[in-house]
């Protein structure tokens, strides 16, 4: 009688969380985050972890937009603001702005690098047709570290290439030797 | 069931080498031989033999067969130790590493030592048997008396799950005579108790040879006495037909005639070969150190487990502690969390301790160097080791081997004088070089000590100002001289040897050293000897260091490169040469680079006068490095910024401080050269525009 009930509820408990894995397995998953009023998204599954901001250990005659290094877990870990990288929204460091760790693996060789944005928002699904061709028209972020641009609602969300990430710091080497 | 053989490699590579660091000492120490170093050498060529044959290095397994065999006929007491054969033994050490190396790489070797050395072998073989046969002749011509032998062999139910094999026992039984097995099949048990594993057969084996003692016999049981029973009688001896016993005769003494035959047709083989051999074993020589385990002792390992009790035992205090904790555990929580900080402290010394080794791993190949250059040069020479307990990172010790054995070659050659000189000096013929090993503060010292001549200090200083590192009219002090020889392509001696004084070496030794973070000495008396201290951290991962401010950044400064920390004294400040900073520290002149500038920080002092100064030196240069403050003196481990960032000039890593903040280490030669980078560009832009207003 109540065990009946009870094992009537059971399978229905499962179709519902069965709901939920159906809205997970449906494409890619990315988390979007914010660089001024720009939305942007990498694949979750490059996320270490997400930590709030520190100032870090400075790194002698680095390139701007590297801030420098710090101590995750005895690992160092250097930190990039993509913000000033990629030339959007203002460098500002509030308690709002957020270091999103990304490992990134390319080919045995895997890095570690936390990257500041100003907030991080949602996780994003987006299947392979869902993602559209960024046109090349001007911005600043250079096509390499694009993959594609995915619309959310009104919004256009810019997927990121993790693996362009991975060397971002050795993009323009001599930057830092600006006598 | 097979087994893949190539995960037991690493580990027969390694046993072997050790077997033959054993030999080696082994035979080094044989001239006044016991019994026990000529057994003990004759078991590691054994197990090497052995272990090489379940490889299928065949190579290794025939040559070292002919070592095997020689050390055998010295073992029973039927050869001479001859200083020749140890000689002939000790290449054939170095012969058989070559080969494991080209086995293992599956070429063949094709060095001519190795031809050379296998010949010298077979002579030395053939001399003894001759004699052996002729002794044979005679035992047979007196007595012709064959034995007959009766093994009853039965092996434990298990001894095939052991690895063992009885076809092999009878195989090795075979090669000492006429062998007849009879099996007894008698314990077979019911099918149905029948376990498949087991081994439920006993064997009786009637041996006829003419020589053979019970020893022998034993010896083939070896491996399985503790797995079987084992009766062994001889019968009354020449009891067979005598028709028999004469053809056992003919059959064994063909056996030695088709065996004196083979050896040599073996080398006529290699001889070719070898002449044509373009072959170097350099290179093998180098792929030897990489061996990728460490050994450690069981006692290190269980201290370890200790100390991972006792953090379990503290971490469950404290929890317990912290699940109802008030302001009255306050003492509780405080001894507790020294216990911890106890347990942490003693915990990485220990893991620290797995990576070190007693140096005389590194140590252990200098009495063969000495013994050999001893011959070489014709002078004699003792060596004397101490310390080899002392421990040392395994890294560190792997890359200090090369330079030390540079250093110990240029102390018998240019070191030690020839016989009659010290005899006309009043000095032991024989001469002294002793190696020594101790720890002091965090970094391990290694003297290599010879009571040779001495350095030349006016040749020295003549040859420096003829190859113009040295002014004519300088004035320098001894310890500065004596630094002259590290400089590349300076050699006082008067001939080029093979082994020493092209003038490459020194500077490339000092380079290593300094590589390794370490730096080397040299003091000397004229007459009375030489000594070279090196001087070499303790480990790579952990550096002592200087906690600098600068700005709000903290910097760390390797301790060993330090010379001192001066507050700066306006008067001794000059500026010379357009601009360039020079303080005046007794004698010299160090230029002054400020930290601040090179790294583009803003500093809190960016005068020179009063700032503080903390002296530096690399490869010979002394800089003052302009810090706001000095901090505290701690043991810093290095983490590599290369991992996940990139090399940063004047950088050679990072660590993190008590506070869980990431502090960066200096790389002072880097530093240095940076600032030079930074002088000649900016010697060019001043250049430049007085070329345009002469135009």
């Not at chain 2, 580990?11 to 000492?25: A, D, I």
């Not at chain 2, 494991?100 to 030395?124: F, G, M, Y």
């Not at chain 2, 370890?304 to 699940?323: A, C, R």
């Not at chain 2, 303790?538 to 950044?553: H, K, N, P, S």
């Amino acid at each position: 009688m109540d065990i009946q009930a009870l094992a009537k509820d059971i399978p229905a408990q499962g179709e519902q969380s069965l709901e939920g894995i159906d809205f997970i397995t449906n494409g890619d998953q990315y988390l979007t985050f914010m660089l001024g009023d720009e939305q942007f998204a990498i694949d979750i599954l490059c996320v270490e972890e997400i930590r709030s901001w520190e100032q870090p250990t400075r790194i002698p005659n680095a390139p701007n937009h590297v801030k420098g290094v710090i101590n995750m877990r005895g690992v160092i870990v250097p930190i990039i603001d993509l913000r000033i990288k990629f030339g959007v929204g203002e460098n500002s460091y509030s308690v709002s702005t957020v270091v999103i760790v990304l490992t990134i693996e390319v080919e045995h060789d895997s890095k570690t690098i936390g990257f500041v944005v100003d907030a991080v928002s949602d996780v994003l699904n987006a299947e392979e047709d869902e993602i559209k061709k960024s046109p090349a028209f001007g911005g600043s972020i250079p096509p390499e570290f694009i993959i594609g641009l995915v619309n959310l609602e009104d919004a256009v969300v810019t997927l990121l290439n993790a693996e362009a990430l991975h060397k971002i710091e050795k993009h323009q080497p001599n930057e830092g030797i600006q006598l | 069931m097979s087994i893949n053989l190539s995960q037991f490699l690493p580990t027969f590579l390694e046993e072997s080498n050790e077997g033959l660091e054993t030999m080696e000492s082994g035979l080094l120490n044989l001239q006044n031989a016991d019994d026990e170093s000529i057994h003990s050498i004759f078991r590691a060529a054994h197990s090497i033999k052995g272990g090489a044959g379940t490889f299928g290095f065949k190579q290794v397994t025939e040559f070292t067969h002919l070592v095997e065999t020689l050390l055998d006929e010295m073992r029973d007491g039927r050869r001479e130790v001859f200083k020749s054969d140890i000689e002939i033994l000790l290449e054939s050490v170095d012969c058989i590493r070559l080969l494991i190396e080209a086995d293992r790489r599956e070429v063949s070797c094709e060095d001519e030592s190795i031809a050379r050395v296998s010949n010298l072998l077979d002579q030395s073989l053939n001399l003894g048997a001759e004699s052996d046969n002729k002794s044979d002749e005679q035992e047979i011509s007196s007595t012709s008396e064959i034995e007959h032998w009766v093994i009853d062999f039965t092996p434990e139910h298990h001894l095939v799950q052991t690895g063992n094999d009885p076809i092999f026992l009878f195989n090795a039984l075979n090669d000492l005579g006429d062998v007849k097995v009879t099996c007894f099949t008698d314990n077979v048990p019911a099918f149905s108790d029948f376990e498949p594993e087991e081994l439920y057969l006993r064997w009786q084996i009637e041996l006829s040879s003419p020589d053979t003692t019970e020893a022998d016999i034993r010896e083939v049981f070896e491996w399985v006495e503790d797995e079987c029973q084992l009766e062994i009688h001889l019968l009354s001896v020449g009891r067979g037909s005598e028709q028999n016993a004469n053809s056992d005769i003919e059959v064994s003494s063909e056996d030695i005639d088709s065996a004196k035959e083979s050896i040599p047709t073996v080398s006529k083989d290699e001889a070719p070969i070898a002449s044509a051999a373009i072959n170097k074993p350099e290179p093998t020589a180098k792929a030897k150190q990489e061996v990728s385990s460490i050994r450690v002792g069981v006692d290190k390992v269980d201290s370890l487990i200790n100390l991972v009790g006792e953090l379990v035992i503290t971490q469950s205090m404290l929890s317990e502690l912290g699940n109802d904790f008030d302001l009255s555990k306050v003492e509780k929580l405080t001894s507790g969390l020294d216990q911890l900080l106890q347990n942490t402290k003693e915990l990485q010394e220990s893991v620290m301790r797995i990576r070190m080794l007693p140096i005389s791993f590194a140590f252990n190949r200098f009495p063969r160097l000495i013994h050999d250059l001893s011959i070489k040069t014709g002078k004699e020479i003792e060596l004397v080791i101490k310390g080899e307990q002392t421990e040392l990172d395994k890294t560190v010790m792997e890359q200090i081997g090369d330079p030390l054995v540079h250093l110990v070659r240029n102390a018998v050659d240019h070191g030690i004088e020839s016989k009659d000189v010290r005899i006309a000096n009043g000095k032991n013929a024989k001469g002294k070089i002793s190696l020594d090993a101790y720890h002091m503060g965090g970094s391990i010292v290694i003297e290599i000590n010879d009571d040779g001549g001495g350095i030349n200090r006016q040749a020295v200083l003549n040859k420096a100002v003829e190859k113009g590192v040295v002014e004519p009219n300088a004035t320098l002090t001894d310890a500065q001289v004596f630094d002259l020889i590290f400089e590349p392509g300076f050699s006082t001696a008067s001939e080029v040897t093979d082994i020493s004084g092209r003038g490459v070496g020194m500077d490339v030794v000092k380079k290593n050293i300094q590589s390794l973070g370490g730096r080397i000495q040299v003091e000397s008396e004229p007459g009375k000897g030489s000594c070279f201290k090196v001087n070499l951290p303790l480990t790579l991962a952990i550096l002592d260091g200087q906690l600098v401010r600068v700005g709000t950044e903290v910097f760390i400064i390797p301790l060993i490169s330090i010379v001192e920390s001066l507050q700066a004294k306006t008067d001794l400040i000059n500026s010379v040469s357009g601009n360039m900073v020079l303080y005046r520290l007794r004698e010299d002149n160090v230029p002054v680079l400020p930290i601040y500038q090179l790294f583009n920080l803003d500093a809190d002092n960016v005068e020179i006068d009063n700032s503080l100064l903390v002296v530096v030196e690399s490869d010979g240069q002394k800089v003052g490095l302009m810090v706001d403050d000095l901090l505290a003196q701690q043991q810093v481990v290095i983490k590599s910024l290369k991992d996940n960032y990139q090399q940063v000039d004047g950088i050679s890593g990072a660590t993190i401080l008590g506070d869980g903040s990431v502090a960066l280490i200096l790389d002072i030669p880097g530093m240095i050269s940076m600032a030079l980078k930074q002088a000649q560009i900016a010697q060019k832009k001043a250049a430049s525009p007085t070329i345009e207003e002469v135009v």
